[in-house]
T-cell receptor
Framework: KAGVTQTPRYLIKTRGQQVTLSCSPI?????VSWYQQTPGQGLQFLFE???????NKGNFPGRFSGRQFSNSRSEMNVSTLELGDSALYLC????????????FGPGTRLTVT | AQSVTQPDIHITVSEGASLELRCNYS??????LFWYVQSPGQGLQLLLK??????LVQGIKGFEAEFKRSQSSFNLRKPSVHWSDAAEYFC?????????????FGAGTRLAVHP
């Protein structure tokens, strides 16, 4: 079974631009969560989507948003990029029925210049 | 508030030596606990998990972890380390009551293995 896939793997953007990252969960997994990883703050929860609805959201500004499609694929968007948004963005999927473990993709490395 | 502490930022061991990585958590209810490993430039790979039952859990790559409620700990162990185990290891707790399905991670322990 294929794992979680994320595209693109690397991105370089300029301050003020916006960016969209994509995540395809493991087949059959209906929950998708997003995390931001930085050297200073570590791994931080951004949000979780299930059945095309945002269920939970971490402590991030409104510039960070996401959505989930009917096939469970998810996208996250960051608008008006700031230098501090440079990070590894990780997507994780979960089966949801009697399962709590999350499986992570390889991440998208975003660099804001 | 929920939190996870990994007291050791860096650990260096010799190949073939035993390993123990420490993890302490703070959570009022019965926790779900995880250990993940991250190689440079990669995502997180799930090593093992504890939900309930036997407090000694086995994972992949020869790792095991022991849940000790009295010490709020979930330490990761391996009897003999291989050079390929060099990576960063993260302990995590979650999800939480009310359907709050997020993981809270520790800061990580970077493991170096000497030949």
């Amino acid at each position: 079974k294929a794992g979680v896939t994320q595209t693109p793997r690397y991105l370089i953007k300029t301050r003020g631009q916006q960016v969209t990252l994509s995540c395809s969960p493991i087949s059959g997994h209906r929950s998708v969560s997003w995390y931001q990883q930085t050297p200073g703050q570590g791994l931080q929860f951004l949000f979780e989507y299930f059945s095309e609805t945002q269920r939970n959201k971490g402590n991030f500004p409104g510039r960070f948003s996401g959505r989930q499609f009917s096939n469970s694929r998810s996208e996250m968007n960051v608008s008006t990029l700031e230098l501090g948004d440079s990070a590894l963005y990780l997507c994780a999927s979960r089966r949801t029925s009697g399962s709590y473990e999350q499986y992570f993709g390889p991440g998208t490395r975003l660099t804001v210049t | 508030a929920q939190s996870v502490t990994q007291p050791d930022i860096h650990i260096t061991v010799s190949e073939g030596a035993s390993l123990e990585l420490r993890c302490n958590y703070s959570y009022g209810a019965t926790p779900y606990l995880f250990w993940y490993v991250q190689s440079p430039g990669q995502g997180l790979q799930l090593l093992l998990k504890y939900f309930s039952g036997d407090t000694l859990v086995q994972g992949i790559k020869g790792f095991e972890a022991e849940f000790k409620r009295s010490q709020s700990s979930f330490n990761l162990r391996k009897p003999s380390v291989h050079w390929s185990d060099a990576a960063e290891y993260f302990c995590a707790v979650g999800p939480f009551s009310g359907g709050y399905n997020k993981l809270i991670f520790g800061a990580g322990t970077r493991l170096a293995v000497h030949p």
